[in-house]
């Protein structure tokens, strides 16, 4: 069976383990930023639609060790046979990355893999693909480590945290994939509900109201990267998407609720909801966090506060959260509450003990998933 890569954030590998194991796919082998398995195309496809943490998936195609492009170039050429995902009329890009290699340059190295390629469809068929920088209809991956060069093909398109459903949002969205992990990590039973009290866009209340729908992350997308290869089987395709579409549940008996003291954010998290498809099962409101009292008897909070990037936010910052700890302290007693922050000092205002830690990366900064337990 081939083999395939699926990639996510650094942090969230274990997270997306689990997940693969829950979608049917068997024995997973987990790396620092993703995990490998061995299926078939209907597994790919699968994934890439009901993964809700995976960033991308990658079908490897080769792996060499070249210090000269010739090498690299002639490896290319004897060794995969690209017919199988392009045909002359296909675009196509290659994206490289290369680290401690003789061969360096990325550029030169992307244009060597092209000239490759190009050169055996030319041979092929007579004719040749043609690159395309944006929107191109497959995308290569070629990747340098010590001299040591993999080559992969991608099989999602857009990345996979792109649901389509979030044409509007406020500073620092979470990107959906991370919101979705952040809710699987608070270990939710998708039962009762989840408070967001500075919910910005909506993102974390959003992915979670798809969970409880059952509505897998990728059915808002238009398209995916497998459509564009040859080896496409649209028949397959309809029957991964029906089925996950077979399983999505109409309501359910409670609600989300998001808070944010910014009315035009609330705005935008109510048009997100809209165009995702849960706007029915989430309320938003307006309201201060120093304010904010549990809408309803029991559930979960989890919430991303600002943790001030930018220079001089954090004394502004410090009121949020020596705020956010009254509130939780003085009203939400016997809840559990989750908190991603990239900011161990605010965190100390909070004047809260946190009882389990995770790490996470939202981009490139290292954060830090917290559960308090409010006595
Ligand atoms: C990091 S953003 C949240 C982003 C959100 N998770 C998303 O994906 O869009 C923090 C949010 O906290 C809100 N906020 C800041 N101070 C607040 C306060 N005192 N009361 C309520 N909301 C506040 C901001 O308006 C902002 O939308």
């Known amino acids: 069976m081939p083999q395939f890569f699926v990639s996510t954030a650094k942090g969230l590998s274990d997270v997306l383990v689990e997940e693969m194991l829950q979608l049917g796919i068997k024995h997973p082998t987990k790396t620092p930023a993703g995990a490998f398995f061995e299926g078939n195309w209907e597994d790919v496809y699968r994934l890439n639609l009901c993964s809700r943490v995976a960033s991308r998936i ?141 919910c910005g866009s909506g993102t974390i209340l959003i992915e979670a109201a798809m969970m409880a729908l059952n509505m897998s992350p990728g059915v808002h997308r238009r398209s995916f990267g497998f459509q564009k290869l040859k080896s496409y089987n649209e028949e397959t395709w309809s029957r991964v998407l029906d089925s996950a579409i077979g399983e999505e549940k109409e309501d359910i008996p409670f609600k989300f609720y998001g808070f944010d003291f910014d009315r035009k954010i609330i705005q935008k998290a109510k048009a997100n909801a809209k165009r995702a498809g849960v706007d029915h099962i989430i309320d938003f409101r307006s309201e201060n966090i120093a304010m904010v009292a549990p809408p309803c008897e029991r559930g ?76």
């Not at 792996?63 to 046979?81: C, R, S």
């Not at 007579?126 to 209809?137: M, Q, T, V, Y």
């Not at 009121?319 to 003085?330: E, H, P």
């Not at 900064?365 to 337990?373: M, P, V």
């Open 300 to 375: 979960i909070v989890v919430i991303n506060p600002p943790y001030g990037a930018r220079l001089g936010d954090e004394d502004s910052l410090r009121d949020v959260y020596r705020d956010l700890g009254f509130t939780l302290k003085s009203r939400f007693s016997g809840w559990d509450v989750f908190i991603l922050s990239g900011n161990k000092d605010l965190m100390g205002d909070l004047k809260l003990k946190a009882s389990r830690k995770h790490f996470v990366y939202n981009g490139s900064l290292e954060c830090r998933f917290l559960k308090y337990s409010i006595k």
């Open 58 to 198: 990658l079908k490897p195609l080769i792996e060499f060790t070249a210090y000269k492009d010739d090498e690299l170039y002639q490896q290319i050429m004897d060794h995969q046979d690209f017919s199988r995902y392009l045909s002359p009329e296909t675009t196509f890009m290659i994206d490289a990355s290369v680290k401690e290699s003789a061969l360096h340059d990325q550029r030169f190295l992307a244009m060597k893999v092209k000239d490759a390629i190009v050169d055996q469809m030319r041979e092929t068929f007579g004719e040749r693909p043609s690159i395309a920088k944006a929107n191109p209809d497959v995308k290569f991956y070629i990747k340098g480590y010590k001299n040591r060069f993999s080559l992969a093909v991608d099989t999602s398109g857009d990345s996979l945290f792109m649901r389509g459903y979030r044409m509007e949002a406020g500073e620092a969205p979470l990107k959906e994939n991370l919101a979705a992990a952040l809710i699987m990590m608070s270990e939710w039973k998708r039962d009762i509900p989840i408070v967001d009290l500075t």
